[in-house]
């Protein structure tokens, strides 16, 4: 895609992707760099060896950095976007997404960035906050509950139908879990499965 990039330039656009060990990072990266753009892609060190992005022919630069969890990733970020003259930001998770949308005053003279405004991300990162406006606005959602403790969910166990399906309350709380959300056919099960995969059960 030939065009004229932020610092006045006529040839390829620039873009850094997040997150490379995610699975749809590399859909990205494919489809960006099928159109001539020159995809640099960022992964953590605790994932160098699983990042899959890394690994694709249009991957043009393998930039190694901290977690968007850390501090110092939104210093990294913005030393790697003057450094590249990037044109364009693309967060690839929920957690780079808010990093990037809580520092936008320091990251937005330095590239562009398409991502929606804090207070929506973090909407979109809460089931719980997602349910209440679907039900605010009529519409159809799961039956829901969230219990506050575990031996609320043993009491919940005896007077539910079954199947169920358990998942985190938010995408912080999925993060910390052990395991995926996960379908319990009877009662029995319940209890043992939500200690197991280990959810957070109240947002943070």
């Known amino acids: 895609m030939a065009a004229i990039a932020r610092d006045g330039r006529e040839n390829n656009l620039k873009a850094l992707v997040t997150d490379a060990s995610n699975d749809f990072t590399l859909d990205i990266v494919r489809c960006l760099g099928k159109r001539g753009i ?31 969890k ?37 990251l937005d003279p330095l590239t562009h960035i398409e991502i929606a405004k804090l207070e929506s991300i973090k909407l979109a990162g809460s089931k719980k906050r997602t349910y209440e406006l679907a039900k605010a606005l009529g519409v159809p959602y799961p039956k ?3 219990p ?30 052990t395991g995926k959300p996960v379908t319990i056919e009877k009662e029995e099960t319940l209890p043992d499965a939500t200690t197991r995969i280990q959810y957070t059960l109240l947002e943070d």
């Open 144 to 146: 829901t509950i969230y």
């Open 38 to 68: 020159d995809v640099y892609v960022r992964g953590k060190p605790s994932t160098h060896g699983l990042d899959v992005s890394f690994h694709s022919r249009y991957c043009k630069e393998k930039i190694i950095g901290p977690d968007p």
């Open 148 to 177: 506050r403790d575990f031996d609320e969910v043993k009491e919940i166990s005896r007077n539910i139908k079954y199947p169920v399906v358990i998942k985190p309350i938010s995408a912080r709380a999925e993060a910390k879990a």
């Open 70 to 106: 850390k501090d110092e990733y939104v210093e990294f970020l913005a030393q790697t976007l003057r450094s590249r003259n990037i044109d364009i930001l693309i967060p690839a998770s929920y957690f780079s997404t808010e990093k990037i949308a809580r520092n936008r005053t320091k």
